[in-house]
């Protein structure tokens, strides 16, 4: 059974920085690209940043230079360093990946909430 569980979301200055991470269980960590979705109340997820499964990033335009994501094979693990966060950044943060054209099951995600 897959699962996606998304950590490390908090309540945070603006200007301040967090560390998600979402740890994924039930398949093959090293054979998916993962990428982070974000949605913030009365709009649609969209997507933030996605890693391949060679290490290969992109970023969407509103995160590029405070953003980083990362993975680390070995723990299962995907992060999302964010720096220099901003009221807008507020959403709740989810991990996912695609198989066979399909997005897995999502997790409960992680909130961010940027206050000024």
């Known amino acids: 059974q897959v699962q996606l569980v998304e950590s490390g979301g908090d309540l945070v200055q603006a200007g301040g920085s967090l560390r998600l991470s979402c740890t994924v269980s039930g398949v093959i960590f090293t054979n998916y690209d993962f990428t982070w979705y974000r949605q913030a109340p009365g709009k649609r997820r969209e997507l933030v940043a996605a890693?391949?499964?060679?290490?290969?990033?992109d970023y969407a335009d509103f995160v590029k230079g405070r953003f980083t994501i990362s993975r680390d094979n070995a723990k299962n693990t995907v992060y999302l360093q964010m720096n220099s966060l901003k009221f807008e950044d507020t959403a709740v943060y989810y991990c996912n990946f695609e198989s066979f054209g399909a997005l897995s099951d999502w997790g409960r995600g992680t909130q961010v909430t940027v206050f000024s």
């Open positions: 890693i391949t499964t060679f290490g290969r990033t």
